[in-house]
Structure formats: C-alpha cells, structure tokens
C-alpha cells in the first residue's frame, strides 16, 4: 500500500482524459468587406487599443466614459458574475488535491447493558468520558480526466464570462456615445430653432409696422404670429427628448439623473465623423468580445462532455481516518490510542436508470446548441459590420445632397424676402422659404448626428478596441463599499484577473 500511494498520487496528470478536446470550430471568412471600404489597415491604429471614442477629440465624451466605466452598475455587475465564474474554476481546481477534516468530539457517554451484541454483555456497560480525536481523508483518483475536464471547463466558463465583461463595457461605451451625439445634434436644431425665432419675431414686428402704416394686413400679421408660435412650441419638443437622453446617460454613468446635467454643445454645420480604418473581415474573429464569449462557451460545454462520459465508469477513491480515541483524556494522546483506517474505495456503476445516458445526451445536445449560437454570432457580426459601412458610404451621399439642398433654400428665402418688400409676392411665400430653410438645416443637423452615430456603430461592430490577444484585464471599476467582496475599502476579487487562467 505504502508503493501504491505514490504511484496513485501521482499516475492521473499522465493518464489520458475521457472525451473530446476542444478545437476551435472552421469558419468560413471572407476576403473583404463588399463594396469601398475606407481604408485597410489595423483597426483604430490611431488611439490606444480600448479607448477607440478618442478618434472623437471630444473631451466631454471622454470624461463620461470614464465615469461610465467606474460607476456602471451593469458593468459591475459582469464583474461580480466574473468573480463568480473565476471562484468555480478555483473550487473546480481543488478536486485536485486531497481533502481532509478533523473533527474532534468531546462527549460524556453511557452505553446500554441490554443493547444487541455478537456476544453476551452480562451486564457490562461504560459510563464516563470520551475524547475522539479524528482524521478524515478522501482523494479521488482521476485516472480518466473526469476532474480535468471539470476543470477545463470551469476555466473556459470564467474565460466566457470575461469576455462577458467587454461585452457589456462595448455595449454601455456605444450606449454612451449615442446618446450623446443625439444631444449634441438636438443642440444643433434647438438653436436653429431659436435662431428662427428671432428672425420671425423680426418678421412680425415689420408686418405689424406694415399694418400699422396701412401698407399691410392682418392675414399677414396672422401668418407671422403663427410662425413665431409654432418655431416656439418646437423648442419644447426637442427640449423634452434631450431632457430624456440626459437621463439615460445619467443611468449609464451611474449618477442621480435629479443631479446629473451635460451643458449646450452643438455640432458644427460641417462636422463629419473620423475616418475608422476598419481592417480585414478576420481581425472581427479576434476582436469581438461576443464571438470569444461564445466560443469559450462551446469550449466549456465541450468539457462537459467528458465529464459526463465519465459516470459511465467506476470511480477510485483512497479514503482513510485516523487519529486518537480515549476515555481519559492525560494517555489521549499515547500511542494505544491511536486508530486508523486506510484503503481504496470503488464505486462501479451499475443501473442508474437511463440517468447518465440521458446527462450525455443532453450534453452533447447543449454543445450543438452552443455550436450554432457560435456560428449566429459571427454571422451576426459580419452583418453588423456590412451595415454600418452601407450607412457611412450612403450618409456621406446624403450629406452632400442636404448641403446642396441647404445652400438653395437659403437663397431662396433671401429672394422671397426681397420680393415681399418690393411688393411683387404675398407674405405666403416668405412664410414657405422660411419653413423649407428651417426644415433643411434641421435636416442637415440631424444628419450630422446621425453620422456621428453611425461612426459609434461602426466601430461596436468592429468590436471596439478590445482584443483576445492582449493580456486579459477588467475595467477599472470603482468598487461598491457594501459589495461583501470589499474588504477594509479593498477590492478582493472585484476588478482583478489572476492566475486562474494558467495551465496546472
């Protein structure tokens, strides 16, 4: 027994597991992005890999991811979901190495003189004391990789879960820059709102002069104090969706949105959205985090199969309990009272009534599921990808069009107005050049915003700036001071990667 130990202890790293390795799944990739693209080259190679909204230059952007990445309550969240995951692999890890527990047990005892016996008591019966001093031992011996692949498997699923993070931060990022384009676009049209106001303000104060010195009418008066009241009622309008997208970013942030205000700063007339240079079709199999989720959760349940493989087979356990027992407590611990127990413990199934064939199948059947939920995703990511560059290319076209559009209506306003003076058209059509003018600078606006958006999309298809290939890290967030993985305002788990991930 003293040979065999040994040889238990240390034969299962060399034995072979039970079940399938793992092997990435082939994937059909194309050569190209259809169409014109902008550029090839590395992806966002003109900003640190992570922080790709800085190809902005918005300062105020900057400053709200950052606040995003501490105090996002979604994002800590995956973290503590992380936590989770990492300390399954860490207690998974512990099935390698031998258990034991001591449990001493100090009792005052009376046996039975009458209870059944092989041989006659006549009477005899102890009362007194008892001192039991045990030792429990148990090690399962993985001849067949059974721990191995639980192992395995618990490490790929904290590898999905980190991969989870990013893909969380990507989402609430993009989040983040959306909604505040859309602001920064709704600044663009409320003072274009409020510039019109002004001007029709002005409109009305000459057509009351004009009625006034009897050279104008009412109607006209009229038709300038509708203008100037409904360019007025759409101040409120747009104040109201900017209002709402304040507050959503406030959610984002993970501030109070009673207290919580991004000042006016509009978007430029001529704003465009950076040039993205967006890489090759495979760089998408790298750096998107939903794609490394899902395929590490394939490579999780694919262990899964090997463990499942293995209740088909007996299972080796060396077992043993020793210590010392004594009904006096000063020889408790002499050597003749010492006991002990050692030996090999084999349970060999038998009839489980179709329980583990039913467990293989439906592991076998949650890694097809997982193997298709891979291949959706990278179908879903080329199309993402296809989409937001159609949008890049045919919102420049539109831009175009729309400035054209801009510059014509401008002037047609100024010859409606020249005309109006001169006394050779009614005020109607004054009313209606000014209406097209606000309604294709509005346009032009949201266009702006629109591509800045659509550049923010881009580049979440792209799958921003996170990268398998780097070392894994989570985001620094600022831990919460209840959280019960805090310790003396000390992260414990919360926001750290270790050594979970390194091969035993």
């Not at 303000?201 to 006034?212: F, H, T």
Request: charged content about 20%; hydrophobic content about 40%.
């Amino acid at each position: 027994m003293r040979c065999l130990l040994p040889i238990l202890l240390l034969a299962p790293p060399a034995l072979a597991q039970i079940g399938p390795d793992f092997m990435k799944p082939t994937t059909n990739v194309p050569a190209k992005y259809k169409g014109p693209v902008w550029r090839e080259g590395r992806p966002l190679d003109n900003t640190s890999r992570g922080e790709w909204w800085k190809v902005f230059k918005d300062e105020r952007l900057n400053s709200l991811m950052t606040r995003a990445t501490a105090e996002n309550q979604q994002l800590k969240a995956a973290i503590a979901r992380f936590d989770q995951a990492r300390a399954s692999a860490r207690i998974a890890r512990g099935n390698f190495f031998p258990g034991a527990a001591a449990d001493p047990l100090i009792s005052h005892q009376g046996t039975s003189a009458n209870m059944p016996s092989p041989f006659p008591l006549n009477g005899v019966r102890y009362k007194g004391w008892s001192y039991d001093v045990p030792l429990d031992f148990s090690y399962e011996i993985d001849y067949l990789g059974k721990v191995r692949r639980e192992v395995e498997g618990a490490r790929a699923g904290a590898a999905a879960a980190l991969a989870g993070i990013h893909l969380v931060h990507l989402g609430i990022q993009a989040d983040v820059a959306t909604n505040y384009f859309r602001i920064r676009a709704l600044d663009s049209e409320m003072a274009l709102v409020r510039e019109a106001i002004g001007w029709r303000k002005q409109a009305y104060d000459i057509a009351a002069a004009r009625v006034k010195a009897g050279a104008g009418n009412e109607l006209e008066l009229e038709q300038a104090a509708t203008e100037v009241a409904t360019a007025e009622a759409g101040t409120s309008a747009l104040q109201i969706e900017r209002d709402q997208l304040v507050n959503a970013i406030a959610i984002l942030v993970g501030a109070n949105a009673t207290e919580f205000r991004i000042g006016t700063n509009a978007l430029s007339a001529g704003s465009s959205p950076p040039r993205v240079p967006v890489g090759a079709p495979s760089d998408l199999l790298e750096r998107r985090p939903d794609i490394a989720q899902a395929e590490r959760l394939l490579a999780a349940t694919c262990a899964k199969i090997g463990v499942s493989k293995a209740a088909f087979f007996p299972s080796i356990k060396l077992i043993g309990n020793g210590g010392v027992l004594s009904g006096d407590l000063t020889n408790l611990f002499d050597e003749a009272s010492q006991k002990w127990v050692v030996g090999p413990s084999i349970s060999i199934p038998i009839f489980s009534g179709g329980k583990s064939r039913g467990l293989m199948e439906r592991t076998r059947a949650e890694y097809d599921e997982n193997l298709a939920l891979y291949r959706q995703s990278i179908l879903g990511a080329f199309a993402e990808v296809e989409s937001s560059l159609s949008a890049m290319r045919n919102l420049a076209a539109e831009q175009d069009s729309v400035n054209r559009a801009v510059s014509s209506a401008r002037k047609a306003a100024e010859i409606a107005k020249t005309r109006y003076e001169t006394g050779t058209s009614p005020y109607l059509e004054v009313i209606e050049a000014n209406r097209t003018l606000l309604l294709t600078e509005r346009t032009r606006a949201q266009l702006a915003g629109t591509r800045m958006i659509a550049s923010v999309s881009l580049m979440k298809a792209l799958g921003g700036g996170w990268s398998q290939s780097l070392s894994t890290t989570v985001p620094a967030a600022t831990p919460d001071p209840e959280a019960k993985s805090v310790t003396d305002g000390q992260p414990g788990f919360f926001g750290r990667v270790k050594s979970i991930f390194k091969k035993k």
